[in-house]
């Protein structure tokens, strides 16, 4: 959710619900290893572009519960939307 304290993004006609921003993150330390290639994030990327929706950052983390919140509470400072 959006921090109640920071101005609304703008709506648009392509942006329902006045998501103009959305941040993915990504978990798991076989992402990080390059065990596994993250091709999620990148069709996610083109879905969410095709939209309407901005996405500025993509984020991997690993399997760690401080750094996996740590995370999601930066992606939802900075972003409207966190998938």
């Known amino acids: 959710m959006r921090d109640a304290s920071r101005s609304p993004a703008p709506e648009g006609p392509a ?8 941040e993915v993150v990504s978990v798991g330390t076989e992402l990080l290893l390059g065990q596994i290639v993250d091709t999620n994030s990148s069709w996610l990327g083109e879905q969410l572009a095709l939209a309407g929706i901005d996405s500025h950052f993509q984020t991997k983390v690993g399997d760690n519960l401080a750094r996996i919140v740590s995370s999601i509470r930066l992606a939802l400072e900075r972003s409207d939307a966190v998938i």
């Open 15 to 22: 942006r329902p619900g006045g998501f103009t921003r959305a």
